[in-house]
């Protein structure tokens, strides 16, 4: 297995670009997240999915949308980048109900 | 979620052990104590989790006091590929919708040393 996915590695945006990250899991777990993290920070929950078709917002939504259409793949989309969004983000799966979350490798974003 | 406190940094000699306190005073009953780490630059991994008993794996022990207002840590033989900020969270076990989702602090950073 490869376990959590995410694509790109780095990336450096200009303000007001859009772009898509990338995550993907082959352990076919219902739940999945994304996190930001900030320098020096601990990390924030962006959005999370219990499975195909379901999404909620967590603690910092704004400026960023997902989707969920299948359970492997759980895109990032971030409209308009703005420099507060420069950060590294990390996708992370788990089986409902489970207590342990498996987390990517995560995404260097760099909004200038 | 109930809130967690621990120490900004610590030090450790390798082939010491690392103990990492946790002070979480206002647990409540059905919520567990997780452990995570996060090496430089990666994502945090799994660790260890408990209730109120003592745990152990491979990787590490939980200690957890009696009234379970706070929580310790133990990696037995710290290594030099322990060096990294450790996360203390606390939240109902298995859980699932919103009550899945992991609060991370800012963690205690660890430093082993030879």
């Known amino acids: 297995n490869a376990g959590v996915t995410q694509t790109p590695k780095f990336r450096i945006l200009k303000i007001g670009q859009s772009m898509t990250l990338q995550c993907t899991q082959d352990m076919n777990h219902n739940y999945m997240y994304w996190y930001r993290q900030d320098p020096g920070m601990g990390l924030k929950l962006i959005y999370y999915s219990v499975g195909a078709g379901i999404t909620d917002k967590g603690e910092v939504p704004n400026g960023y949308n997902v989707s969920r259409s299948t359970t492997e793949d759980f895109p990032l989309r971030l409209e308009l980048a703005a420099p507060s969004q420069t950060s590294v983000y990390f996708c992370?799966?788990?089986?409902?109900?489970?207590?342990?979350?498996?987390f990517g490798p995560g995404t260097r974003l760099t909004v200038t | 979620d109930a809130k967690t406190t621990q120490p900004t940094s610590m030090d450790c000699a390798e082939g010491r052990a690392a103990n990492l306190p946790c002070n979480h005073s206002t647990i409540s009953g059905n919520e567990y104590v997780y452990w995570y780490r996060q090496i430089h630059s990666q994502g945090p991994q799994y660790i260890i989790h408990?209730?109120?008993n003592n745990e152990t794996n491979e990787m590490a022990s939980l200690i957890i006091t009696e009234d379970r207002k706070s929580s310790t840590l133990i990696l037995p033989h710290a290594t030099l590929r322990d060096t990294a900020v450790y996360y203390c969270?606390?939240?109902?076990?298995?859980?699932?919708?919103?009550?899945?989702?992991?609060?991370f602090g800012t963690g205690t950073r660890l430093q082993v040393t030879l």
């Open positions: 969270i606390v939240r109902v076990a298995g859980g699932t919708g919103t009550a899945s989702k992991l609060t």
């Open positions: 992370a799966s788990s089986l409902e109900g489970s207590y342990e979350q498996y």
């Open positions: 408990g209730l109120k």
